[in-house]
């Protein structure tokens, strides 16, 4: 990282110690938009990449649950397709990174779309209160870019780090199927 700033006290002037404080630039690419923050002084070293996207940024559509790497309500895509618990990796560890949050979501995304349609009696609802879903829907953002044609049950592998205190699991994992159909027709729409 380059050094964004030195500032030192001028030379020869008595009683002040010589000293440079220095501040390096992070720069991460959110929702397509390039943010910059020097570290030192905007950020401290130690913040969560999860702390910077919500208090930093203001995108609180993605949730703080359990603030430990256990409940995936936090999770967003690094670099177009890995999702990252935002709240296990630090902010300086998404430096000239891309990091996709629910709000860089189109509205027609499949995954988005299917989560909001799921409703289908026998599996009840993608989402209740509505905590976990950011998460879920990234989860599944990220799960389906890797794998685009799942069964049931690699989707279930692929949610068991996500908890959904609703107890929403079969409609969540009906919306990963639907979103899995729309993507595959949305592909075969684009090459014909």
């Known amino acids: 990282m380059k050094p964004l700033l030195q500032v030192a006290p001028k030379r020869g002037v008595p009683g002040i110690a010589k000293k440079a404080i220095s501040y390096r630039l992070l720069r991460v690419n959110v929702n397509g938009a390039w943010h910059e923050f020097a570290i030192g002084r905007d950020i401290a070293p130690n913040m969560t990449l999860a702390f910077l996207l919500r208090e930093k940024l203001g995108l609180v ?37 891309h990091i996709l949050t629910i709000e860089g979501l189109p509205e027609d995304d499949p995954v988005v779309e299917s989560f909001a349609e799921q409703s289908a009696p026998g599996y009840g609802t993608a989402l209740q209160c509505g905590i976990c879903t950011p998460g879920f829907v990234m989860t599944v953002k990220g799960f389906l870019n890797e794998n685009p044609d799942p069964t049931l049950a690699e989707i279930k592998e692929a949610l068991s780090g996500n ?18 159909e729309k993507m595959r027709i949305k592909r075969t729409r684009e090459s014909a």
């Open 61 to 97: 559509g993605l949730k703080l649950g359990c603030d430990q790497g256990a409940c995936g309500a936090c999770t967003v895509l690094m670099d177009g397709k890995a999702a990252v618990l935002s709240c296990m990796v630090l902010a300086v560890q998404a430096h000239e990174r």
């Open 163 to 180: 908890i959904c205190r609703c107890g929403c699991y079969a409609g969540i994992a009906q919306a990963t199927l639907r979103a899995a």
